[in-house]
């Protein structure tokens, strides 16, 4: 069974930085697209950045210049680095991957349980 296991949120002030990271586990063929995704209270969920196997980026605007993703793919884990971190990125940070496991023949997109992040003074 696939597992995405986040960690690092928390409690953060105006101007301050985060470390998010996110290890898959379980029985994986091959992990191909990985990328955070947030959701603000009474919003809907929505792409911050993603990277594929290969370290092509993509980023929200709105983080752009402030977040860097990046990936180890041995330890099969995704990171987001977030500084100058604005009210405004308060969410749940929820991580997600396409990923082929070993019993499939087809790829799946798989979430995270997702971690708070708030920015305040």
């Known amino acids: 069974q696939v597992q995405l296991v986040e960690s690092g949120g928390g409690l953060v002030q105006p101007g301050g930085s985060l470390r998010l990271s996110c290890a898959a586990s379980?029985?994986?063929?091959?992990?191909?697209?990985m990328g955070w995704y947030r959701q603000a209270p009474e919003k809907q969920r929505e792409l911050v950045a993603t990277?594929?196997?290969?370290?092509?980026?993509n980023y929200a605007d709105s983080v752009k210049g402030r977040f860097t993703i990046s990936r180890d793919n041995a330890k099969k884990t995704v990171y987001l680095q977030m500084n100058s971190l604005k009210p405004e990125d308060t969410a749940v940070y929820y991580c997600?991957?396409?990923?082929?496991?070993?019993?499939?023949?087809?790829?799946?997109?798989?979430w995270g349980q997702g971690t708070q992040i708030t920015v305040a003074s």
């Open positions: 997600n991957a396409e990923i082929r496991p070993r019993s499939s023949a087809t790829r799946g997109y798989y």
């Open positions: 379980g029985s994986i063929f091959s992990i191909y697209v």
């Open positions: 990277i594929t196997s290969d370290g092509s980026t």
